[in-house]
């Protein structure tokens, strides 16, 4: 009878050890997503990246499994904050953050890093600096050839592509950049969000941001102002010319589509109907902002705005 027994607790042990996964099926390490947001500049709730940043990164956190999202403030003097990282999001006025550390970013690039380029970040000097961000994004602002009025944009369809994944199409007002400059021929990007703008954004007497001819030669004409670019290496890119107001991530589909290229970038799979996040509230928005609210701001406006985000 111990001889039986003793078998049959041999014959389980060997079941259960067989049911064990190999220690190379082991679950992967997370993917490292690392924000780089510039300083204070604008009014209160504009270019508010080091905000926008956290808000996005706990997002990730609660919403994607495999996500590791970290936010720096400027370029990192400790090169642990990048080291294993996946892909960057930068957030900057003047495209700052690229334009001085072009180097550091050349060799992250070169490792096939992700990269995310937001709003102001996208103006960079044609160039050097220009030539970069075409090769690791697809595209960039030109200054006499883009412009970056406000209007409201009709975004009425959307590319078969993961990042637009579960994202609807919306209306929304922002200061969306257009007329960018993107790789010859558009080899490897996939416009995101294209609408029309007023002809009266073109309008602008000539200057890096006001206006051009080339702009002015093109009424009534569909522009890109969100898309994807994948490297011929097979690193992934993205640009994104709103995020003026801070107030536009209470939007549930804009902002969808930036988690959602922001998990693509990272080389994670895009989930079938998008990365769902609750919509932040007013209090929520409010957090993090670089300056103290005015006295005289007034909420109800904004409140306002973010119940008819999404009641469309």
């Given at each position: 009878m111990n001889g039986r027994f003793r078998l049959l607790c041999g014959l389980l042990s060997l079941g259960v050890a067989g049911a064990l996964p190999p220690a190379s099926?082991?679950?992967?390490?997370?993917?490292?997503?690392?924000?780089?947001?510039?300083?204070?500049?604008?009014?209160?709730?504009?270019?508010?990246?080091?905000?926008?940043?956290?808000?996005?990164?706990?997002?990730?956190?609660?919403?994607?499994?495999?996500?590791?999202?970290?936010?720096?403030?400027?370029?990192?003097?400790?090169?642990?904050?990048?080291?294993?990282?996946?892909?960057?999001?930068?957030?900057?006025?003047?495209?700052?953050?690229?334009?001085?550390?072009?180097?550091?970013?050349?060799?992250?690039?070169?490792?096939?890093?992700?990269?995310?380029?937001?709003?102001?970040?996208?103006?960079?000097?044609?160039?050097?600096?220009?030539?970069?961000l075409l090769d690791w994004i697809g595209g960039c602002y030109e200054q006499h050839w883009?412009?970056?009025?406000?209007?409201?944009?009709?975004?009425?369809?959307?590319?078969?592509?993961?990042?637009?994944?579960?994202?609807?199409?919306?209306?929304?007002?922002?200061?969306?950049?257009?007329?960018?400059?993107?790789?010859?021929?558009?080899?490897?990007?996939?416009?995101?969000?294209?609408?029309?703008?007023?002809?009266?954004?073109?309008k602008g007497a000539d200057g890096a941001h006001s206006g051009n001819p080339h702009v002015r030669a093109r009424p009534g004409m569909a522009e890109h102002v969100a898309w994807a670019y994948e490297r011929p290496d097979g690193g992934r890119g993205f640009g994104f010319t709103g995020m003026h107001w801070h107030w536009n991530w209470a939007h549930d589909d804009y902002r969808k589509l930036v988690l959602n290229a922001l998990v693509w970038i990272a080389g994670l799979e895009v989930p079938a109907d998008g990365v769902s996040s609750n919509t932040p509230t007013l209090a929520d928005l409010e957090k993090n902002l670089d300056k103290p609210r005015p006295d005289d701001w007034k909420p109800d406006p904004v409140e306002n705005m973010i119940r008819e985000f999404n009641a469309r």
């Open positions: 099926a082991a679950q992967a390490p997370p993917k490292k997503l690392v924000f780089l947001t510039g300083g204070p500049s604008h009014e209160y709730g504009s270019h508010e990246y080091y905000a926008g940043a956290l808000l996005l990164a706990r997002l990730l956190k609660e919403n994607v499994p495999g996500v590791d999202a970290v936010v720096h403030r400027g370029w990192p003097t400790d090169a642990s904050v990048l080291e294993g990282a996946s892909a960057l999001v930068i957030g900057c006025d003047g495209g700052s953050l690229v334009t001085q550390n072009l180097a550091q970013l050349d060799g992250l690039m070169k490792r096939r890093v992700g990269l995310a380029c937001l709003h102001y970040t996208l103006d960079v000097p044609k160039g050097k600096p220009g030539a970069a883009s412009v970056n009025p406000v209007w409201e944009a009709d975004l009425r369809s959307l590319p078969e592509h993961p990042v637009a994944r579960g994202v609807k199409p919306f209306r929304i007002r922002d200061e969306w950049y257009y007329h960018m400059r993107f790789r010859e021929g558009m080899q490897g990007v996939t416009p995101l969000l294209t609408a029309v703008p007023p002809d009266d954004t073109r």
